[in-house]
């Protein structure tokens, strides 16, 4: 089982990503989701990541559930039982439905098999997919 820090026992740095993550979504630092309490062993590994992730879900072009959705099937290839539960939450919160939950579903298996098929026939790239 790994080692978690809860938030009373964080060094400072910790304690200041945490704090900023906990504002950001206005929750008691003490009740900071698991990955963080993992991260805060290693404070300038925690930094790094809390500002790639904040960068990465600032507003932008992409909705907050597009990305969501993004990360969820990221995770699902990745096969991370922790960010499946937790993006596929915070997908919900943003709106995702049970219909588009199956939807969704249904592309990221179809993406599945659809690469395992190109790379088992070893496909070439078709000239006209080339930089896209």
Known sequence: MPRLVEYED??????????????????DPATINNVWKALARDPGVMEQFAAEMKAAFAPGKLDSLTKELIYLAISIANQCEYCIAS????ARNKG???????????VVLAAQKGNKIAMAYRVPVDPAFDGA
Not at 14 to 20: E, F, H, I, M, R
Not at 87 to 90: L, V, W
Not at 96 to 106: A, G, K, L, P, S
């Open 10 to 27: 964080m060094a400072p740095r910790a304690k200041a990503v945490v704090d900023g993550i906990a504002a950001a979504r206005g929750i």
């Open 96 to 106: 995702m439905t049970d219909e588009m939950h199956e939807e969704f579903m249904r």
């Open 87 to 90: 993006h596929g939450t915070m």
